[in-house]
């Protein structure tokens, strides 16, 4: 197994990219950390790894505040002894996102993601490395919709990442980010159910022709998490569709040369 015996920290873990991130890291012998505000879906993380052999415990904490953050790390010290993995996957509500609310996005997105690098970043150092792996996304590259706010935090994560791994990397700490492209999550039942073509829409703009699954992004993460990606930091992986690799919709132009 390629994470025996080592301990990570999942923020936002109770459903979407966060919880198969979980699952994903807990199915190849790490022993896993779910945090998120919602005990519900959290617990319920916990007991889907717990279920299938594995060790995990949920812990809920706020991750923009400090004294959460500061429990959270304590606890899973305790439990199962230093996390050298850490992947800030939490993200506020989809009302703040798309209501370009800037407190929550900043608080939860940047300084949570801050304050977690921050706790962790001691007890790495003492255990020789460690690797965190921070979500942003697409957004950071391109506008998508109006959700202005939310893609420039995605995009401050890369910064924040960035200029941390320089700091760090002398210490074996390696900071890497995975931008996913849309993922179907539970945050799209909603939508789905609105307009139930939604869907095809979408993955019309992609040139794989579909949308991605969480599982899929969690198979990134364990890249990073592992030691085949040792000479990795301060990287920038995009698992998108190819999304922001083409716009589809130049695919009806002509292409013959226009006259003048």
């Not at 109770?14 to 519900?40: F, K, M, N, P, Q």
């Not at 010290?77 to 929550?104: D, H, Q, R, W, Y």
């Not at 801050?114 to 590259?141: D, E, H, L, T």
Request: with cysteine; net charge negative; hydrophobic share 45%.
């Amino acid at each position: 197994m390629r994470l025996a015996n080592r301990v990570a920290i999942v923020t936002g873990a109770a459903r979407g990219i966060g919880r198969a991130i979980a699952i994903r890291l807990a199915s190849e012998g790490c022993s896993v950390v779910v945090d998120d505000i919602d005990a519900i879906g959290g617990a319920d993380t916990a007991k889907t790894i717990t279920d299938k052999g594995g060790r995990s415990l949920f812990v809920p904490a706020d991750v923009s505040n400090e004294q959460d953050v500061q429990h959270l790390v304590a606890t899973t010290e305790k439990t199962f002894g230093t996390p050298t993995i850490l992947v800030n996957s939490a993200i506020c509500g989809l009302p703040a996102i798309v209501g370009n609310e800037i407190e929550p996005n900043v608080e939860v997105v940047l300084r949570g993601a801050w304050q977690c690098m921050q706790a962790v970043a001691p007890g790495m150092k003492a255990a020789g490395g460690g690797s965190i792996i921070n979500i942003s996304s697409v957004n950071a590259f391109m506008g998508f919709g109006r959700a202005h706010i939310y893609s420039g935090i995605k995009a401050a994560v890369i910064g924040m990442s960035r200029s941390m791994c320089t700091e760090l990397g002398a210490d074996n700490i390696r900071i890497n980010c995975i931008c996913p492209g849309t993922v179907l999550t539970e945050i799209w039942q909603e939508r789905i159910e609105k307009d139930p073509g939604i869907v095809d829409r979408l993955a019309r703009l992609y040139p794989l022709g579909r949308l991605g699954k969480p599982e899929e992004i969690a198979n990134a993460a364990l890249f990073l998490a592992s030691d085949e990606s040792s000479f990795m930091t301060g990287s920038v992986m995009v698992v998108d569709g190819g999304v922001t690799a083409a716009n589809l919709g130049f695919g009806g132009l002509s292409s013959k040369p226009q006259q003048q």
